[in-house]
Protein backbone atom coordinates (compact mmCIF):
# COMPACT_ATOMS: atom_id res chain seq x y z
CA UNK A 1 0.00 0.00 0.00
CA UNK A 2 3.13 2.34 0.10
CA UNK A 3 3.53 2.93 -3.43
CA UNK A 4 0.04 3.71 -3.98
CA UNK A 5 -1.96 6.61 -2.95
CA UNK A 6 -4.76 5.96 -0.74
CA UNK A 7 -8.13 8.25 -0.36
CA UNK A 8 -8.63 8.14 3.47
CA UNK A 9 -12.11 9.24 3.98
CA UNK A 10 -15.58 7.93 4.29
CA UNK A 11 -18.98 10.06 3.54
CA UNK A 12 -18.62 11.74 6.43
CA UNK A 13 -15.62 13.34 5.38
CA UNK A 14 -15.36 16.30 2.69
CA UNK A 15 -12.62 16.73 0.18
CA UNK A 16 -8.82 16.26 1.13
CA UNK A 17 -7.26 18.10 3.13
CA UNK A 18 -3.85 16.16 3.42
CA UNK A 19 -2.06 14.62 0.52
CA UNK A 20 0.80 12.92 1.21
CA UNK A 21 2.59 11.82 -2.12
CA UNK A 22 5.52 9.03 -2.25
CA UNK A 23 7.17 10.23 0.56
CA UNK A 24 10.72 9.55 2.05
CA UNK A 25 12.72 10.23 4.83
CA UNK A 26 16.73 9.11 5.48
CA UNK A 27 18.84 9.27 8.34
CA UNK A 28 22.36 8.93 8.21
CA UNK A 29 23.67 7.02 11.57
CA UNK A 30 27.40 7.50 10.88
CA UNK A 31 28.27 5.83 7.68
CA UNK A 32 24.63 3.91 7.93
CA UNK A 33 21.23 5.71 6.32
CA UNK A 34 18.15 4.66 7.98
CA UNK A 35 15.11 4.69 6.08
CA UNK A 36 12.31 6.47 8.80
CA UNK A 37 9.67 6.19 6.17
CA UNK A 38 9.84 4.32 2.79
CA UNK A 39 7.35 5.57 0.40
CA UNK A 40 4.25 6.37 1.70
CA UNK A 41 1.45 7.54 0.08
CA UNK A 42 -2.41 8.73 0.90
CA UNK A 43 -4.69 11.52 1.46
CA UNK A 44 -6.99 12.49 4.56
CA UNK A 45 -10.36 13.99 4.20
CA UNK A 46 -11.28 16.87 5.91
CA UNK A 47 -13.61 16.24 9.11
CA UNK A 48 -11.95 12.76 9.61
CA UNK A 49 -10.29 12.36 12.91
CA UNK A 50 -7.44 9.42 11.67
CA UNK A 51 -5.06 7.60 13.87
CA UNK A 52 -1.27 6.62 12.45
CA UNK A 53 -0.67 3.61 15.20
CA UNK A 54 2.66 1.74 15.13
CA UNK A 55 4.86 0.54 17.50
CA UNK A 56 8.32 2.21 18.70
CA UNK A 57 10.69 3.23 15.59
CA UNK A 58 7.99 2.34 13.22
CA UNK A 59 8.16 5.72 11.69
CA UNK A 60 4.73 7.09 12.75
CA UNK A 61 6.67 9.98 14.71
CA UNK A 62 8.72 11.19 11.79
CA UNK A 63 4.98 11.03 9.46
CA UNK A 64 3.51 13.27 12.28
CA UNK A 65 6.72 15.50 12.11
CA UNK A 66 6.55 15.90 8.26
CA UNK A 67 3.35 16.62 8.38
CA UNK A 68 3.54 19.48 10.29
CA UNK A 69 6.55 21.20 9.03
CA UNK A 70 8.69 20.47 11.90
CA UNK A 71 11.06 18.04 9.39
CA UNK A 72 11.43 17.94 5.93
CA UNK A 73 11.20 14.89 3.74
CA UNK A 74 14.20 13.44 2.20
CA UNK A 75 11.60 13.21 -1.07
CA UNK A 76 8.30 13.19 -2.00
CA UNK A 77 5.08 15.96 -1.50
CA UNK A 78 3.20 16.87 1.26
CA UNK A 79 0.11 19.04 0.33
CA UNK A 80 -1.95 20.60 3.59
CA UNK A 81 -4.54 23.42 2.39
CA UNK A 82 -3.64 22.99 -0.57
CA UNK A 83 -0.02 23.92 0.07
CA UNK A 84 3.12 22.47 -0.37
CA UNK A 85 4.73 21.70 2.62
CA UNK A 86 7.99 20.61 1.42
CA UNK A 87 8.56 23.46 -0.38
CA UNK A 88 8.16 25.96 2.34
CA UNK A 89 10.98 28.20 4.37
CA UNK A 90 10.86 27.81 7.85
CA UNK A 91 9.41 31.37 8.22
CA UNK A 92 6.76 30.42 6.34
CA UNK A 93 6.50 27.10 7.67
CA UNK A 94 6.23 29.01 11.21
CA UNK A 95 3.17 30.80 9.82
CA UNK A 96 1.66 28.11 8.11
CA UNK A 97 1.32 26.61 11.26
CA UNK A 98 0.20 29.32 13.52
CA UNK A 99 -3.09 29.83 10.36
CA UNK A 100 -3.95 26.42 9.73
CA UNK A 101 -2.38 24.15 12.91
CA UNK A 102 -2.67 23.11 16.05
CA UNK A 103 -1.08 20.98 18.51
CA UNK A 104 -2.18 18.41 21.72
CA UNK A 105 1.11 17.37 23.38
CA UNK A 106 1.72 13.90 25.45
CA UNK A 107 3.28 16.48 27.89
CA UNK A 108 0.67 18.93 28.23
CA UNK A 109 3.49 21.60 27.67
CA UNK A 110 0.94 24.00 29.98
CA UNK A 111 3.19 27.16 30.89
CA UNK A 112 3.39 26.18 35.34
CA UNK A 113 2.79 30.54 35.75
CA UNK A 114 -0.25 30.46 33.70
CA UNK A 115 -3.78 29.60 34.77
CA UNK A 116 -5.84 27.89 32.52
CA UNK A 117 -7.22 30.97 30.32
CA UNK A 118 -3.61 32.04 30.01
CA UNK A 119 -2.62 28.93 28.48
CA UNK A 120 -5.46 28.88 26.14
CA UNK A 121 -4.83 32.41 25.17
CA UNK A 122 -1.21 31.87 24.42
CA UNK A 123 -1.41 30.96 21.10
CA UNK A 124 -3.60 34.40 20.21
CA UNK A 125 -0.64 36.53 21.45
CA UNK A 126 1.71 35.11 18.83
CA UNK A 127 -1.27 36.23 16.29
CA UNK A 128 -1.66 39.88 17.87
CA UNK A 129 -5.26 39.55 19.27
CA UNK A 130 -6.03 42.42 21.82
CA UNK A 131 -6.07 40.53 25.48
CA UNK A 132 -10.13 41.32 26.33
CA UNK A 133 -10.70 39.46 22.96
CA UNK A 134 -8.31 36.29 23.25
CA UNK A 135 -8.92 35.84 27.20
CA UNK A 136 -12.68 35.85 25.65
CA UNK A 137 -12.15 33.28 23.50
CA UNK A 138 -10.03 31.36 25.64
CA UNK A 139 -13.20 31.21 28.34
CA UNK A 140 -15.33 29.90 25.01
CA UNK A 141 -13.03 27.15 24.22
CA UNK A 142 -12.81 26.26 27.92
CA UNK A 143 -16.62 25.80 28.38
CA UNK A 144 -16.24 23.43 25.34
CA UNK A 145 -14.04 21.09 26.65
CA UNK A 146 -15.90 21.68 29.99
CA UNK A 147 -13.39 23.17 32.31
CA UNK A 148 -15.18 26.78 33.02
CA UNK A 149 -14.59 26.33 36.71
CA UNK A 150 -11.06 25.93 36.70
CA UNK A 151 -10.33 28.66 34.31
CA UNK A 152 -8.18 30.45 37.23
CA UNK A 153 -6.09 27.42 38.01
CA UNK A 154 -3.05 26.87 37.21
CA UNK A 155 -1.48 23.21 36.08
CA UNK A 156 -0.29 21.97 39.56
CA UNK A 157 -3.82 22.61 40.93
CA UNK A 158 -5.17 20.60 38.25
CA UNK A 159 -5.32 16.63 37.42
CA UNK A 160 -3.49 15.23 34.49
CA UNK A 161 -6.75 14.87 32.49
CA UNK A 162 -7.55 18.43 33.11
CA UNK A 163 -4.34 19.69 32.02
CA UNK A 164 -5.03 17.82 28.68
CA UNK A 165 -8.01 19.48 28.53
CA UNK A 166 -6.85 22.84 28.86
CA UNK A 167 -4.49 21.26 26.06
CA UNK A 168 -7.26 20.67 24.03
CA UNK A 169 -8.79 23.92 24.51
CA UNK A 170 -5.27 25.52 23.21
CA UNK A 171 -5.02 23.65 20.26
CA UNK A 172 -8.66 24.56 19.30
CA UNK A 173 -8.98 28.65 20.41
CA UNK A 174 -6.64 29.33 17.12
CA UNK A 175 -9.70 27.40 15.48
CA UNK A 176 -7.19 25.68 13.08
CA UNK A 177 -8.10 23.15 10.23
CA UNK A 178 -5.92 20.74 11.29
CA UNK A 179 -5.14 19.37 14.87
CA UNK A 180 -2.17 17.08 15.20
CA UNK A 181 -1.85 15.27 18.15
CA UNK A 182 1.30 13.03 19.79
CA UNK A 183 0.07 10.54 21.97
CA UNK A 184 -2.52 12.87 23.40
CA UNK A 185 -2.63 10.47 26.34
CA UNK A 186 0.64 8.57 27.22
CA UNK A 187 0.58 10.66 30.75
CA UNK A 188 -2.85 9.91 31.50
CA UNK A 189 -4.72 6.53 33.29
CA UNK A 190 -6.97 4.27 31.07
CA UNK A 191 -10.47 6.06 32.18
CA UNK A 192 -9.20 9.59 31.70
CA UNK A 193 -7.80 8.45 28.40
CA UNK A 194 -10.74 7.13 27.21
CA UNK A 195 -12.43 10.75 28.19
CA UNK A 196 -10.31 12.39 26.83
CA UNK A 197 -10.28 10.60 23.66
CA UNK A 198 -14.60 11.04 23.18
CA UNK A 199 -13.76 14.92 24.39
CA UNK A 200 -11.41 15.23 21.16
CA UNK A 201 -13.78 13.28 18.81
CA UNK A 202 -16.51 15.15 20.19
CA UNK A 203 -15.20 19.11 19.38
CA UNK A 204 -13.18 18.23 16.04
CA UNK A 205 -16.51 17.01 15.05
CA UNK A 206 -18.66 19.61 16.02
CA UNK A 207 -16.20 21.86 14.43
CA UNK A 208 -15.51 20.01 11.32
CA UNK A 209 -11.68 19.52 11.83
CA UNK A 210 -9.54 16.76 10.86
CA UNK A 211 -7.57 15.44 13.92
CA UNK A 212 -4.82 13.11 12.75
CA UNK A 213 -3.28 11.31 16.27
CA UNK A 214 0.00 9.12 16.36
CA UNK A 215 0.01 6.55 19.28
CA UNK A 216 1.38 2.81 19.35
CA UNK A 217 -2.17 2.00 21.31
CA UNK A 218 -4.64 -0.33 18.76
CA UNK A 219 -7.39 0.49 21.60
CA UNK A 220 -7.00 4.08 21.15
CA UNK A 221 -6.30 4.20 17.80
CA UNK A 222 -9.68 2.55 17.31
CA UNK A 223 -11.40 5.81 18.11
CA UNK A 224 -11.04 6.97 15.15
CA UNK A 225 -13.12 7.46 11.68
CA UNK A 226 -9.55 5.58 9.83
CA UNK A 227 -6.81 3.85 11.19
CA UNK A 228 -3.40 3.57 9.49
CA UNK A 229 -0.98 1.27 10.63
CA UNK A 230 2.63 1.46 9.75
CA UNK A 231 5.71 -0.82 10.09
CA UNK A 232 8.98 -0.03 9.31
CA UNK A 233 8.40 3.31 7.44
CA UNK A 234 5.73 1.52 5.61
CA UNK A 235 2.29 1.33 5.29
CA UNK A 236 0.76 -1.86 6.14
CA UNK A 237 -3.19 -0.92 6.28
CA UNK A 238 -6.03 1.30 6.26
CA UNK A 239 -9.22 0.74 7.63
CA UNK A 240 -12.20 2.90 8.15
CA UNK A 241 -14.43 2.09 10.80
CA UNK A 242 -18.13 1.49 9.85
CA UNK A 243 -19.73 3.19 12.65
CA UNK A 244 -20.47 -0.14 14.50
CA UNK A 245 -17.39 -2.02 16.20
CA UNK A 246 -15.93 -0.22 19.36
CA UNK A 247 -12.72 0.56 20.27
CA UNK A 248 -12.17 -2.59 21.70
CA UNK A 249 -13.47 -5.20 19.29
CA UNK A 250 -11.11 -2.93 17.08
CA UNK A 251 -8.07 -3.51 19.02
CA UNK A 252 -9.06 -7.59 19.13
CA UNK A 253 -9.13 -7.33 15.60
CA UNK A 254 -5.89 -6.08 14.70
CA UNK A 255 -3.67 -7.99 17.07
CA UNK A 256 -5.03 -11.20 15.82
CA UNK A 257 -4.34 -9.88 11.71
CA UNK A 258 -1.00 -11.48 10.63
CA UNK A 259 0.87 -8.50 9.30
Do not use: W
Not at 39 to 56: E, L, N, T
Request: proline residues 3%; glycine residues 8%.
Amino acid sequence: MSGKETDVGDNRCDEPVIQVKDLYKVYRVGEERVRALNGVSFSIRRGCFCSIVGASGSGKSTLLNMLAGLEKPTKGEIVIAGEHMEKKTENQLVAFRREHIGFIFQSFNLMGTMNAIENVALPLTFQGMDKKSRNRKAEEMLDLVGLTKHKKHRPNQMSGGQQQRVGVARALVVEPEIIFADEPTGNLDSNTSVEVMNLMKRVVREKNQTLVMVTHDNYLAGFADIVIRIRDGKILEISERDGQDMPEEIAAQESCKKV
